[in-house]
């Protein structure tokens, strides 16, 4: 009972050390907490991203490693180490990415099934094994890692916003990998169409989403598809009337229709916001 009010007291010291940028002394009064609830996994990332935060990256590989030996079902300490990997991986190469890999997927294997924080963290071990591939250049197996996110996010019945975020932003990359394909890969019909039907499926998950409706109404602009860029454009300014690439697109549009006098409207409402704007 004495110990608690101890071990928040460090606590809050590391964190305020954190604050004013004395990452050491932080780790030290973590660890001091620790002292008081050796399980503490919470505390154990605290001292994790502490350290990484200090460039002690082979003590904080070293502390993370251990701290899964001692908890090896905590995925969020997993997520972490692997993430470390991966930065080591853009400086030291292959080898670390190698780690973030079998990291990864020790913590995909060790993921229960059925109930919602295991489905929730499978969802942000393939969203993470979506980038690792990505950056090591296997769009096949990050396209693949995503598509599985995507499956277990559907799993998870809940309207919270964090779930809609997850949903949105998984269909959101997928959407712009078939995009990316479209531009050099063969096949720029079916990517393409597959790019549409992923930026769509993200505003089942968030209506009000101007990245994805920009996308669209580009996308739809590059298949001179008019009247689908302008119904993108319409709504993207009923939810932000400031937006300038919206209202530069239904400009062009309008002139491609030729529906001069409406394209004018456009342009003038543009350049009254931004006389530079040309």
Excluded: W
């Amino acid at each position: 009972a004495e110990q608690a009010p101890s071990a928040r007291t460090k606590i809050a010291l590391g964190d305020a050390c954190l604050k004013v940028n004395e990452p050491q002394q932080a780790i030290k009064n973590f660890e001091d907490a620790l002292q008081f609830d050796k399980n503490d996994t919470g505390l154990r990332r605290k001292i994790g991203k502490a350290l990484v935060a200090t460039h002690d990256y082979e003590r904080a590989k070293q502390y993370y490693a251990e701290s899964l030996a001692e908890s090896p079902a905590d995925t969020m300490l997993s997520l972490e180490l692997a993430n470390l990997y991966t930065r080591l991986g853009r400086r030291v190469g292959p080898r670390a990415y190698e780690e973030a890999e079998r990291v990864l997927e020790e913590a995909r294997d060790a993921l229960g099934s059925d109930d919602s924080i295991s489905i929730a963290n499978s969802v942000k071990v393939h969203m993470m094994l979506a980038e690792l591939h990505k950056e090591r250049g296997n769009m096949q197996a990050a396209t693949d890692a995503l598509l599985q996110a995507r499956q277990s996010q559907a799993r998870l019945k809940s309207e919270s916003a964090e779930v809609k975020t997850m949903g949105t932003k998984i269909c959101m990359t997928l959407a712009e990998y078939h995009r990316d394909a479209s531009k050099t890969m063969t096949g720029k019909e079916e990517q393409q169409q597959r790019a549409l039907r992923f930026y769509n499926e993200a505003l089942k998950h968030d209506n009000a989403n101007e990245q994805a409706l920009l996308a669209l109404a580009e996308l739809h602009k590059e298949r001179n598809e008019l009247d689908q860029c302008q119904n993108q454009c319409v709504t993207l300014l009923r939810i932000d009337s400031t937006n300038d690439t919206a209202t530069m697109y239904l400009a062009e549009l309008m002139f491609l229709k030729k529906e001069t006098e409406s394209a004018i409207f456009h342009f003038q409402q543009l350049l009254e916001k931004r006389p530079n704007y040309y």
